[in-house]
């Protein structure tokens, strides 16, 4: 079964400075997705960033942008120019190619300080 | 936009209780999703569905029905509420494998 971690529970950042949020998982299968999610305090769940494994190139969603390693099954996210609103509970995700239902990590929670 | 809708953003209630989630999707989404939110474990997956009247496991079914009557709802059902059920529920739905899913605002349940 695939598993995903994200090993910081929580981070923090300076406004308009770059912080990474890691996430590695663990799958033997070549061809999946990738996403972060982040989740705002007391409002819904969006989608960040996607990867699509057999794309070389990293994802970038404005000053999102991911590092995607997959030899070593490492997908981290980097935001630039850090903002007040981007604090919030991060969410790795993996989801096979046959499957719906994504795997979560644990989640990161980010502080953005002022 | 797309929108998933969930039926309650808190609810109370007593042990032994039964309790009915509700999630609506207006995107005519082929699969939805249920998955509980705890501090420190994620987002675990309690049952999805891929089609009307069809569902699936996830990795935290025990305690849990779901029903899906029609395409738009997915329900949630606890058929006798635990304390050990008080958390976030989430639904999610998605067109089609691949596809991104969208989720609902939560419903935040205390079970007393």
């Known amino acids: 079964a695939q598993t995903v971690t994200q090993s910081q529970p929580e981070m923090s950042v300076q406004e308009a400075e770059t912080v990474t949020l890691s996430c590695t998982y663990d799958?033997?299968?070549?061809?999946?997705?990738l996403f972060w999610y982040k989740q705002p305090p007391s409002r819904q769940m969006i989608l960040v960033i996607r990867?699509?494994?057999?794309?070389?190139q990293n994802a970038t969603e404005n000053r999102f942008s991911v590092n995607f390693q997959k030899a070593a099954k490492s997908f981290s996210l980097k935001i630039s120019d850090s903002q007040l609103g981007d604090a919030a509970m991060y969410f790795c995700?993996?989801?096979?190619?046959?499957?719906?239902?994504?795997?979560f990590g644990k989640g990161t929670r980010l502080s953005v300080i002022a | 936009d797309v929108k998933v809708t969930q039926s309650s953003r808190y609810l109370v209630k007593r042990t032994g209780e039964k309790v009915f989630l509700e999630c609506v999707q207006d995107?005519?989404?082929?699969?939805m999703f249920w998955y509980r939110q705890d501090p420190g474990l994620g987002l675990r997956l309690i049952y999805f569905?891929?089609?009307?009247?069809?569902?699936e496991k996830g990795d935290i079914p025990e305690g849990y029905s779901v029903s899906r009557e029609k395409k738009e709802r997915f329900s949630l059902i606890l058929e006798s509420a635990s304390t050990n059920q008080t958390s976030m529920y989430l639904c999610?739905?998605?067109?089609?494998?691949?596809?991104?899913?969208?989720f609902g605002p939560g419903t935040r349940l205390l079970v007393l």
């Open positions: 995107m005519d989404h082929e699969n």
């Open positions: 569905s891929y089609d009307v009247k069809m569902k």
């Open positions: 799958t033997s299968e070549s061809d999946y997705y």
């Open positions: 995700a993996y989801r096979s190619l046959g499957s719906t239902p994504l795997v």
């Open positions: 999610a739905s998605n067109r089609a494998l691949g596809e991104t899913q969208y």
């Open positions: 990867q699509e494994a057999y794309k070389q």
